[in-house]
Nanobody, 123 residues
Framework: QLQPVESGGGLVQPGGSLRLSCTAP???????VGWVRQAPGKEREGVSC????????NYVDSVKGRFTISRDDAKNTVYLQMNSLKPEDTAVYFC?????????????????WGQGTQVTVSS
């Protein structure tokens, strides 16, 4: 069973940047990998997804132009580069794995989930 592990969360000021990493012991290259976040008191929301091989990506409208998903299959790692962070980006960010990306970036339809990493944007 796949068990992705996230890292890279933390406290950052508005306008700052963070890079989240997601690693898995198995061949991550075979799967689509996404990032999903859950803000306090809110439901989980898909943020971005990248297909196997990196041929296709999608982003929720609220992060377009600020967040970038990428993958290094040689390291079994997927990244989420987050720039120009806003307080409303504060959430627990989960790495999630599926056979493919949903058409809608907001989807939370994944098969395997990490434990999450906290991102707090505050001055």
């Amino acid at each position: 069973q796949l068990q992705p592990v996230e890292s890279g969360g933390g406290l950052v000021q508005p306008g700052g940047s963070l890079r989240l990493s997601c690693t898995a012991p198995q061949l991550l290259e075979l799967y689509a990998v996404g990032w999903v976040r859950q803000a306090p008191g809110k439901e989980r929301e898909g943020v971005s997804c990248m297909t196997s091989g990196g041929g296709s990506t999608n982003y929720v409208d609220s992060v377009k132009g600020r967040f970038t998903i990428s993958r290094d299959d040689a390291k079994n790692t997927v990244y989420l580069q987050m720039n120009s962070l806003k307080p409303e980006d504060t959430a627990v960010y989960f790495c999630a794995i599926a056979w493919g990306c949903n058409y809608y970036a907001t989807s939370t339809d994944y098969d395997y989930w990490g434990q999450g990493t906290q991102v707090t944007v505050s001055s």
